[in-house]
């Protein structure tokens, strides 16, 4: 039982180069969930997925795409990768009540 | 909307020493309410959680918090630390799946 898994763990990006970000989870959870984590900012959600279907914005969706491909994996997407987006990224899911998260171990992104 | 403040950025302690880390929050709807702790360079794991009923919860790893609603608060306690505590611990308030809200964090910093 690998809970939640991300690729890549490190990635350095180039300004305007695109790249995907996977996350799959085991735990047959509904719900999905994309962070980042910056210094001194705690976490901030960039896009969910309530259930398979769904997704929806977070608090900083911008320059951000996400799909949910089926229930396991929910993937994000930067489409033209700019230094503001230098950060740690945490993929999560949960069950529907008590909505506790499970967090994979982050993608160290950064941005040149 | 909800808020989460972590009144404290940074904690030193000695190790043996009682240790509180403190969480207030404000939210116009029930929530729940999460401590997480993250070690350097992993993911977040569940310390413990508040749903309702006994405004006292235990967690893992010797970790207790008292819910008080008339202050708003979710203060985090150990009675006694050890130097494998040191790590930067969430506070979480969650109304549903997407609306989540971490706060800044609090680096523990356990020393001998």
């Known amino acids: 039982n690998a809970g939640v898994t991300q690729t890549p763990k490190f990635q350095v990006l180039k300004t305007g180069q695109s790249m995907t970000l996977q996350c799959a989870q085991d735990?047959?959870?509904?719900?999905m969930y994309w962070y980042r984590q910056d210094p001194g900012m705690g976490l901030r959600l960039i896009y969910y997925?309530?259930?398979?279907?769904?997704?929806d914005k977070g608090e900083v969706p911008n320059g951000y795409n996400v799909s949910r491909l089926n229930k396991r994996e929910f993937s994000l997407r930067l489409e033209s990768a700019a230094p503001s987006q230098t950060s740690v990224y945490f993929c999560?899911?949960?069950?529907?009540?008590?909505?506790?998260?499970?967090f994979g171990p982050g993608t160290r992104l950064t941005v040149t | 909307a909800q808020s989460v403040t972590q009144l404290d950025s940074q904690v030193p302690v000695f190790e043996e020493a009682p240790v509180e880390l403190r969480c207030n929050y404000s939210?116009?709807?029930?929530?729940?309410l999460f401590w997480y702790v993250q070690y350097p360079n992993q993911g977040l794991q569940l310390l413990l959680k508040?749903?309702?009923?006994?405004?006292l919860v235990k967690g893992i790893n010797g970790f207790e918090a008292e819910f008080n609603k008339s202050q708003t608060s979710f203060h985090l306690r150990k009675p006694s630390v050890h130097i494998s505590d040191t790590a930067e611990y969430f506070c979480?308030?969650?109304?549903?799946?997407?609306?989540?809200?971490f706060g800044d964090g609090t680096t523990l910093t356990v020393k001998p």
């Open positions: 999560a899911s949960s069950e529907p009540y008590p909505y506790e998260q499970y």
């Open positions: 735990m047959n959870h509904n719900s």
């Open positions: 997925s309530a259930s398979e279907g769904t997704t």
């Open positions: 939210s116009s709807v029930s929530v729940y």
């Open positions: 508040y749903l309702s009923g006994s405004t």
């Open positions: 979480a308030v969650i109304v549903y799946a997407g609306k989540s809200t």
